[in-house]
């Protein structure tokens, strides 16, 4: 999606192997959203970010880790990766004006072997 | 916790028919409500936000909120065969920039 990249957008990988997800945003938002996207789950948050080194727990945050240390990237990592991480991880931004909403990466793609 | 609740259907329209999808919320903090549709294979997309009660319309969509019953629901007017995806309904309570994701609701156009 314009102003937000997500990478990579597929991504296989062995269990215990730790791995990171980048999102990199153009539009200079200050809220930065990790989510995961499962089949009966709907979207869950993972991890959320209000500004550089300021990020927060979502629902779903064991075995995750972020960091954000420039306002356009937010890193999510897996420490060790399981199973049960397979899945589709979007990253969506927000500046929190107005009229603001939510703007969605175009998703990664991850598969734990 | 805070819950958003929608019928995941499919809900299937004819072409042209008025689609009505749902969703109720439980946290009476809500403020911010927001209608994402996402397409099979692709990342969520925003097509409506609303934050007063009433109706809010563009286009063929109308978003209607009523926050005494805790409920939003979309109307997508002369429904098309492009609009079969899946709605996801989301809510944001005080400023808090944290929105809370219904399932979605499966919507088929057909033909």
């Known amino acids: 999606d314009a102003g937000i990249t997500q990478s990579p957008r597929h991504k296989v990988t062995e269990t215990g192997t730790p791995v990171t997800l980048r999102c990199h945003q153009t539009?200079?938002?200050?809220?930065m959203y990790w989510y995961r996207q499962d089949p009966g789950h709907g979207l869950r948050l993972i991890h959320y970010s209000y500004g550089v080194k300021d990020t927060d727990k979502g629902e779903v945050s064991d075995g995750y880790s972020v960091s954000r240390s420039k306002t356009e990237d937010f890193l999510l990592t897996l420490e060790s990766a399981t199973s049960s991480q397979t899945s589709v991880y979007f990253c969506?931004?927000?500046?929190?004006?107005?009229?603001?909403?939510?703007?969605f990466g175009s998703g990664t793609r991850l598969t734990v072997v | 916790q805070k819950e958003v609740e929608q019928n995941s259907g499919p809900l299937s329209v004819p072409e042209g028919a008025i689609a009505s999808l749902n969703c109720t919320y439980s946290?009476?903090?809500?403020?911010?409500f927001f209608w994402y549709r996402q397409y099979s294979g692709k990342s969520p997309e925003l097509i409506m936000s609303?934050?007063?009660?009433g109706d809010k319309e563009d286009g063929r969509f109308t978003a209607q909120l009523n926050k005494a019953s805790q409920y939003v629901s979309l109307l997508i007017r002369d429904s098309q065969p492009s609009d079969s995806a899946t709605y996801l309904c989301a809510t944001e309570g005080g400023g808090s920039y944290i929105p809370t994701f219904g399932r979605g609701t499966s919507l088929i156009v057909h033909p």
């Open positions: 609303i934050y007063s009660n």
């Open positions: 969506a931004i927000s500046d929190g004006g107005i009229n603001y909403g939510y703007t």
């Open positions: 539009e200079n938002h200050r809220y």
């Open positions: 946290d009476r903090g809500s403020q911010s």
